[in-house]
């Protein structure tokens, strides 16, 4: 295990993108090989797995993606026949997207990828420290997504 500092700068919420960062570049080629797609395609896959007859603009805001990168990744998924979509019923503007039975499997094996190398990345902490950090991170996630984090933002 390498020790000694890490990051070359001391904001945590540098820390937190470079740790995320790091474990997405080292985990993709895994993912790729393993399921066929890449991480950010395996989180569009879920977000409309969980939300099915969801909207490309519903994903793009939720993954906030850039929309060419969300109708990339979309394509990706249509040509491989892990989603389909289907005209809205109230607006025939707007497809509505679903994940197909091979998505569904897809998103079964990348989850149960995700825990095997969540275990890895995790190794160096007690199982006390995991708890901790995933209690802090939930608390910082609510925080950040609060009316009062923006409102405290507002008065800087």
């Known amino acids: 295990m390498q020790t000694g500092k890490a990051f070359k700068n001391e904001r945590l919420t540098y820390r937190l993108n470079i740790v995320a960062q790091e474990a ?22 879920r977000l409309i797995d969980d939300t099915p007859g969801t909207s490309f603009a519903e994903i793009a805001k939720s993954t906030g993606f850039e929309r060419s990168l ?14 389909a979509r289907e005209n809205s019923t109230v607006d025939a503007r707007v497809f509505l997207l679903r994940v197909t039975e091979k998505g569904s499997q897809v998103r079964k094996v990348a989850r149960d990828l995700s825990d095997r190398l969540e275990v890895i ?5 007690s199982a006390q420290e995991l708890r901790a950090l995933n209690e ?8 950040v997504t609060s009316a009062d984090y923006r409102d405290a933002l507002a008065a800087v």
């Open 24 to 45: 997405i570049t080292a985990n993709d080629d895994i993912f790729l090989r393993q399921t066929g797609c890449r991480i950010r395609e395996l989180r569009v896959l």
């Open 70 to 83: 969300t109708s990339r990744i979309i394509q990706s998924l249509l040509g491989a026949g892990l989603i």
């Open 121 to 125: 990345l995790t190794d160096p902490l």
């Open 136 to 143: 802090i991170l939930e608390r910082l996630g609510s925080w």
